[in-house]
């Protein structure tokens, strides 16, 4: 078979494992699993949302809206940026990275990304013929490593991914970094917010001084969609303008359509998921920051990386354990930029939580 060869050479990308896998490798009930490794929303969706479904349900022999213009209305009100500065995606907001490679990336182009982050990425641009260049996280100061990042940037950079919080150390980039980078080069510069709400800041305030910044955001984590698959950008009108041409017409599925619709106007369920998961998120930090073997990041999302060289466990090893009492964790070693020896832990319910810790504490003794 003729297959391209940036195709052949590609890594699959491995992504958390679901409930159900989870439940038959372990013979488990898939009600008791609880699942600390996709950065999900652990509360479930607006109430609003699912009721809005409902009624939607009968429509689904029609073809869903193209256009989106309430969605984008809304998405621009709770952004604060007019509708022509909006984009949204049906693949969530990888369909995002995809139309950004369609409109950017010739073969042979590279694109930056500081180590460790999120892999999707690379996975998305390198059947596109992209190049990955690499800058990094310094890990001990838990911070971006600026120079990293400016000293690779060349003629053939078109993208540079500055993930903030990053997945997975959960760190933020500070705004005059994300400016200096802005402003040494013409590259598209995507500021990843997919977890912006946790953190309590953002950066939509460069789109009206800068023409190369592109804000990413995703509703599968507070908004609690991840399984509808929604994503949006935010850019200047022209930008999004040149998006739109190559973004495919019918993505966003009609009842994915209603369910982002939905979540939006439900501005309580959205402040109260903000506020439970830094709650959770802080209740983590704390108990596991307790454990004198773990290296535990203060994080400013709704998960913490966790380094475990110290409890005699490779994070696959620690992971299986926890796999055998019915709790997923992410094992990060196919994180490009970790060793073998780091895992990522999502907030939970104060419940599941509860449940996560004190079965750590026993396989840590
Ligand atoms: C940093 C980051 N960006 C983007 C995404 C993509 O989210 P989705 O495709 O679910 O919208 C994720 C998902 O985990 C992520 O961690």
Redesign the pocket.
């Known amino acids: 078979m003729k297959i391209r060869k940036a195709v052949k050479e590609l890594d699959p990308y491995v992504p958390g494992k679901s409930q159900d896998e989870i439940a038959e490798e372990f013979n488990l009930k898939k009600e008791d699993i609880i699942k600390l490794g996709?950065?999900e929303n652990p509360w479930g969706p607006s109430k609003k949302a699912i009721a809005a479904i409902q009624k939607e349900v009968g429509e689904i022999n029609r073809y869903p809206e193209s256009d989106l213009i309430e969605l984008k209305k809304e998405i621009a009100n709770y952004s604060r940026v007019s509708t022509d500065e909006v984009i949204v995606g049906g693949?969530?907001?990888?369909e995002i990275i995809d139309i950004i490679a369609k409109v950017f990336i010739s073969p042979g182009d590279e694109f930056i990304v500081p180590l460790p982050s999120?892999m999707?990425y690379e996975f998305l641009f390198k059947p596109y013929g992209a190049v990955p260049v690499y800058g990094k996280w310094d890990l001990k100061k838990n911070k971006l490593d600026l120079e990293s990042v400016l000293n690779v940037i060349t003629e053939k950079t078109k993208i540079i991914f500055l993930?903030s919080p990053n997945?997975p150390t959960g760190t933020l980039i500070p705004q005059k970094d994300i400016i200096k980078v802005l402003k040494a080069t013409d590259a598209v510069v995507i500021v990843?917010e997919?977890?912006f709400e946790y953190s309590e800041v953002n950066n939509v305030n460069l789109i009206n001084k800068y023409p190369n910044v592109f804000i990413?955001r995703?509703?599968?984590k507070v908004l609690g969609l991840?399984g509808m698959?929604?994503?949006y950008g935010l850019a200047n009108g022209e930008m999004i303008e040149y998006m739109h041409r190559i973004k495919p017409v019918f993505s966003l599925t009609k009842l994915s359509y209603i369910a982002a619709l939905n979540t939006l106007k439900d501005k309580n369920y959205i402040v109260e998921s903000i506020e439970k998961g830094i709650e959770s998120r802080e209740f983590l930090f704390n108990k596991l920051n307790k454990i004198k073997s773990l290296n535990v990041f203060k994080s400013y999302s709704n998960y913490i990386l966790v380094g475990i060289e110290k409890t005699g466990f490779k994070a696959s090893e620690l992971s299986k354990e926890l796999l055998k009492n019915g709790i997923i964790i992410r094992d990060c070693t196919s994180f490009k930029g970790l060793d073998e020896y780091w895992v990522r832990v999502s907030i939970g319910t104060m419940k599941e939580n509860k449940k996560f810790i004190s079965i750590i504490n026993t396989i840590l003794e």
């Open positions: 996709s950065n693949d969530g907001a990888d999120y999707y993930c997945n990843d997919a977890y990413m995703t509703m599968s991840a698959r929604i994503g």
